[in-house]
């Protein structure tokens, strides 16, 4: 599988079409794209619709991989994005909507304003049951860009403030019962977030090191945080990643967490030191 194996000829698709979803969002065209590309979100950040997913080639053309949805039932699905045609081609390869294509297109309204319009294309529908299943396909594209769109809108949130690192390796802060948890706060110049863990105080990386996904309520199970965007993991200790992804991707290994900081208590308060 690569980029040049077969595309579609232009334009359109020979399969029933069903109906159309469109939608604004306040994002640039380089988030969509990546938000496209980026597979390894479907079972965190829409895991009321997709249980696993195996990726078996992606690139900067796109992606094939092995879904699962929340249901149970498998699929195979190829996106294939056209930068040219401001456009990527969803396909169905297997499984129960098999043959199915869905195409979105992206229209630039200015440097973060997008439209896109997703058409849906549904391959033995009979004619009285097309408005019906299409109007499921916008249902589920709502949800699934009210997801989208929060992540997008959280990840450009991040990538817009000016990190500042300082050689500050301690602070002070109130009191434990003057807290309210989890509590926000800076060291180094980094956000960092006071949490309870199983009765303990716990401090770590408020953003995860991957795509600036939130940690402030991520999972922590075991001495290891969970990110709700791909749900990469990583040992508070050390800020290694100890899992491999949905794939085993080896590639994103090199990705950790800054070790999370020493939490004590002394006489004024709740003390946060830089692990050395
Ligand atoms: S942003 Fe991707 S795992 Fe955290
Ligand atoms: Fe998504």
Not at 112 to 127: A, K, L, T, Y
Not at 201 to 224: D, F, K, M, R
């Amino acid at each position: 599988m690569g980029n040049n194996s077969r595309q579609r000829a232009e334009p359109g698709s020979q399969i029933p079409h069903v109906g159309t979803y469109r939608r604004a969002m306040s994002v640039s065209l380089e988030r969509m794209y990546e938000n496209a590309l980026d597979w390894e979100h479907l079972p965190y950040v829409h895991d009321s619709s997709f249980g696993s997913i195996k990726v078996q080639d992606s690139g900067r053309w796109g992606w094939k991989a092995a879904l699962v949805d929340s249901r149970g039932r498998d699929s195979v699905i190829e996106l294939r994005l056209d930068r040219e045609s401001r456009r990527w081609i969803t396909r169905n390869l297997a499984g129960g909507a098999l043959g199915s294509e869905i195409w979105t297109h992206v229209f630039v309204l200015g440097e973060r304003s997008i439209e896109i319009v997703v058409d849906f294309f549904v391959p033995g529908v009979s004619e009285a049951d097309r408005n019906k299943t299409g109007d499921a396909y916008a249902r589920l594209y709502h949800q699934l860009y009210d997801e989208d769109e929060a992540m997008m809108l959280a990840r450009q949130h991040e990538l817009d403030q000016r990190f500042q690192p300082s050689s500050e390796t301690a602070v002070q802060l109130a009191p434990r019962s003057e807290l309210s948890l989890p509590h926000s706060f800076e060291l180094g110049g980094r956000k960092q977030v006071l949490r309870e863990v199983e009765g303990s105080l716990v401090a770590h990386a408020a953003v995860c090191p991957h795509q600036s996904g939130p940690l402030t309520n991520a999972e922590l199970i075991a001495g290891e945080i969970i990110c709700p965007w791909h749900g990469y993991r990583f040992r508070l200790e050390d800020g290694v990643r100890v899992n491999p992804g949905a794939n085993g991707n080896a590639s994103v290994s090199h990705c950790a967490l800054r070790p999370a900081p020493v939490v004590s208590e002394n006489s004024q308060g709740v003390l946060i030191t830089a692990s050395s």
